[in-house]
């Protein structure tokens, strides 16, 4: 197949030139009123951003983070609350393990930049129970399962796992069924105190320096299997209880109580939901919704639910990468060895799991597997990012509608309240029993932890301002991004009539909202012998690596129902890390080869077939740096690194970022 790309440029002026696009600080000042008319529905009483712009500012934040609030983070010690979190994401330092003989951090942690935005997502499964066993009056605050909660010692972590590895889901018996009632109202009580602390930390002045959004987990792991979602609220209205999986086991039942309870049930609440860690779901987070349904009717009706409810997904966190996979039958597309990644399975390898050895293969279609989230199962080509959204294309072929179209972003999922701790160099570990360096390069077991685990990633959004209105709207619309941690600025935008010398213009992203869509958006239909360009750009981090190339990922699905994918460079070296050719030090770090600080191309994609459905997504990759389990021992004296720093991880990585992808679906009857 013949590709063109139209211009390439591998320039530090792109960055300039993107800055001084948008107008000056004194005309968005005077401009402010209007433009939040024009640009962000105001859902709350707040005061209007100075700081704005028409053509988006980006934001980076952290969806997805744990305090000792959660049941798997309060028995190990900690005892941090949702607004030490947005302390720390503040720029705050707080307090981490290990914790000395009284139960106090021992060291601290700060972030170098901080974040413009987060979510506390608790688990919300035993709000109730964990409200009851730190009350000192609870008629239970004495039983065992209360004891081990608080961090006082005993086995009791099946008790409270073993109910989220149910489809049918309990309360904890012992510490719920003496007094139901007490419990629910316990639950309510611990869920008002997380949008309290969401709210005073909430910054509503002009100034617009951070902001909170209410939020939890709805954790549920049937068949060992993880089908984990975070529910991120828009603003301040939310339901009196958040809605557990204990409350509403399946996808289905919660969007439906969401519906219920927020949408229809709350004054001014919105809500949507971030699936997370499809990794290691085995086929149960994106099943086909071609089949399964008595109906076509009943098929579009869930699908259109869920489409609503789930606009983006978490492609990346500390558990791994839900980018994509190499080798699903039934797909065409060449290997792509950055799928590799900070991948946790891989087909072929034995684990041993709960006494059970086990072959971890691909799984038949239609195949739900079991104990994915231990990272056994069977892998689904549903569990990925680029794959489902291929699936979703199939869907949408065969009933109408496209359940599967997902905007991406990345997150932490810290369960040491670190919102956005994502430094490879000093990254102190995912859970207390990693706070030493020794733990952290352990081999790990059960779900991804300890040496396959990693620091985790950032959500990205382009927005008008750092509000609430600004950033739901923009989620919403899927105009997101995620990271692998870094804080790379990707930009996509696709059209029929991008400049082909866009990347030389000063008024760049205008000319890209102006003559095409921005990245989470569709196509419009193609004119008569018409090819979509994309212009496709990135900055990098000022802080971290230089960016070695950019890569547009286009999925299709043909005229028989073949599904294609295909990754093609259009800007910077195709050169990969390799044998790295001595172009890294691997006892400093240094990067010796070629690498920008910014990128830019568009690229025209001869090939296109206007009856064939597809989609576009960038992927941005860094130079290749040094990865945490080996940074942090060659930056200790050799005398004093553990032994476990002799490891099969790799020495080194090559951050990225990913943008929502923009689609084209032929208009019915071609």
Known sequence: MSRTIL??????????????????????????????????????VRDP????????????????????????????????????????ARGAAIGIPPFDEDGKPTST???????????????????????????PSSSVYDEAACKYLRGDGGEFFMTFVGSLLSDSPQQVESICAEDPAACVEQAK????????????????????????????????????????????????????????????????????????????????????????????????MFPSYATGFETVESAQAAARLRAQMEPIMEIFQHKGNSECFNGFPGIIGAPDELCEFEQVRAVGERRLVFGDTVELRFC??????????????????????????????????????????????GSTDTHLALSGATDQADWPGHLPAEAELKARLRAGFGSPQSLVSNPGGLAGIWAVENSRDALFEAMRRREVFGTSGTRIQ????????????????????????????????DLAAAPA?????????????????????????????????????????????????????????????EWRGEGSNSLCAVFEDEAFDPAESVYYYLRVVEVPTLRWSWAQCVALPPGERPAACQNDAPRTIQEMAWTSPIWYVPPTGE
């Open 189 to 284: 009580s611990l869920w008002s105190i997380t949008r309290e602390m969401a709210e005073e930390a909430y910054d509503r002045s002009s100034r617009c320096e951070f902001t909170t959004f209410v939020g939890y987990e709805h954790t549920g792991t049937p068949n060992s299997n993880n089908y984990h979602r975070n529910v991120i609220f828009r603003n301040g209205n939310v339901p009196e209880r958040a809605i557990s999986y204990i409350d509403a086991p399946t996808g289905l039942e919660l969007w439906t109580a969401l519906t219920d309870e927020c949408l229809d049930g709350v004054d001014g609440c919105d809500v949507l939901v971030i699936p997370h860690n499809s990794n290691l779901s085995s086929g149960s």
């Open 364 to 409: 038949e279609e239609g195949e739900i597997g079991f104990r994915g989230f231990t990272t056994a199962g069977c892998v689904s080509r549903n569990d990925f990012f680029r794959t489902v959204l291929l699936t979703g294309l199939q869907d949408e072929a065969k009933i109408g509608v496209n359940p599967y179209k997902f905007g991406a972003i």
């Open 109 to 135: 942690y700060q972030l170098r930049t901080p974040l413009d935005f987060a979510a506390v997502t608790d688990h919300a499964e035993f709000f109730g129970e964990f409200g009851l066993c730190t009350d």
């Open 490 to 521: 990707p930009r996509l935008f696709a059209g029929w009539d991008i400049d082909a010398q866009a990347c030389s213009l000063a008024d760049l992203p205008e000319h890209g909202y102006a003559h095409g869509v921005p990245m989470g958006s």
């Open 529 to 589: 012998d018409g090819r979509p360009r994309l212009l496709a750009t990135a900055i990098r981090d000022p802080d971290a690596a230089a960016l070695q190339k950019l890569q547009i990922i286009k999925g299709r699905v043909d005229a028989t129902g073949q599904a294609h994918y295909e990754v093609i460079d259009v800007a910077g070296t195709s050169a990969t890390d390799g044998e790295m050719d001595g172009k890294i030090n691997l006892l400093t770090g």
């Open 7 to 44: 211009i390439s440029l591998v320039a530090a002026s792109v960055a300039t030139v993107w800055c001084d696009s948008l107008p000056a600080a004194d005309q968005r000042d005077s401009n402010a009123a209007a433009l939040s008319k024009a640009l962000v529905t105001y859902t709350e």
């Open 49 to 88: 951003c100075t700081d704005r712009s028409a053509t988006r500012n980006a934001y980076f934040g952290d969806l997805h983070i744990h305090t000792g609030f959660s049941y798997d983070v309060s028995p190990f010690g900690s005892t941090t609350t949702p607004t030490d979190a947005y302390n720390f």
